[in-house]
Each structure stands twice: as C-alpha cells, then as structure tokens.
Nanobody, 126 residues
Framework: QVQLVESGGGLVQAGGSLRLSCAGS????????MGWFRQAPGKEREFVAA????????YYIDSVKGRFTISRDNAQSTMWLQMNSLKPEDTAVYYC???????????????????WGQGTQVTVSS
C-alpha cells in the first residue's frame, strides 16, 4: 500500500488560511482516490473531502464547501487541502488516507479508506 505523510498544520486565527500537504510513497499514488479526514478531541473521525485518482471527481462535506479546496498532482505524488476562512470549529487533527477498498460509490464510504498518515494538528483561535 501507499505510505502517506501529512504536513502544513499549525495555529492560525479565525479567518486565516492554511495549506495541508499529503505526500505519498511506495505504491503508485495515482492508483488511488484520496481523502482528507479530521478528528477533534472527543469526536469521531470526520470525512472532510475526497478526490478521485484523476482529480475529475471531488467531494466536500457541507461545512467546508466554498472554504476548502482539495487538489492533487500525481507526478509529485502529493495531495493538498487549501483551507481558507478558517473557523474555530475546524480545529482538529487532519489526516489523509487512500481509498484502498473496492466500492464503486462516490463519495466512497469512510470504511474504504486506509493507509492513514500520522496526522497534522490544525488549531484555529477565535
């Protein structure tokens, strides 16, 4: 499976921006649809956004639509999450993951994702 490493988290004031990166290695990155997830303290891991292997299909949860942008460059084996107009409720550990399951649904179910990175902390102060 592909190995994934996130970076780019940090502390930002409300209304600010951050750009998260997810670097892949090992198995061919372009084989996989990819996703961003987040987990706040005491809450379940939440599906944030997904992008198909070609970038042609993209999904966002309603709470980040218009503020977050997911993108990828298969030549660089990298995926990004541009986060603008950040809110305190966006505070969480953000994880990237690869769609390793075989479902044909879009967006893929959370259970289809694996090869999780170690996560990067995003903290938005009010």
């Amino acid at each position: 499976q592909v190995q994934l490493v996130e970076s780019g988290g940090g502390l930002v004031q409300a209304g600010g921006s951050l750009r998260l990166s997810c670097a892949g290695s090992g198995r061919t990155f372009s084989n996989y649809a990819m996703g961003w997830f987040r987990q706040a303290p005491g809450k379940e891991r939440e599906f944030v956004a997904a992008i198909s292997w070609s970038g042609g299909n993209i999904y966002y949860i309603d709470s980040v639509k218009g503020r977050f942008t997911i993108s990828r460059d298969n030549a660089q084996s990298t995926m990004w999450l541009q986060m603008n107009s950040l809110k305190p409720e966006d505070t969480a550990v953000y994880y990237c993951a690869a769609k390793v399951g075989r479902s044909w649904y879009w967006p893929p179910p959370k259970a289809d994702f694996g090869s999780w990175g170690q996560g990067t902390q995003v903290t938005v102060s009010s």
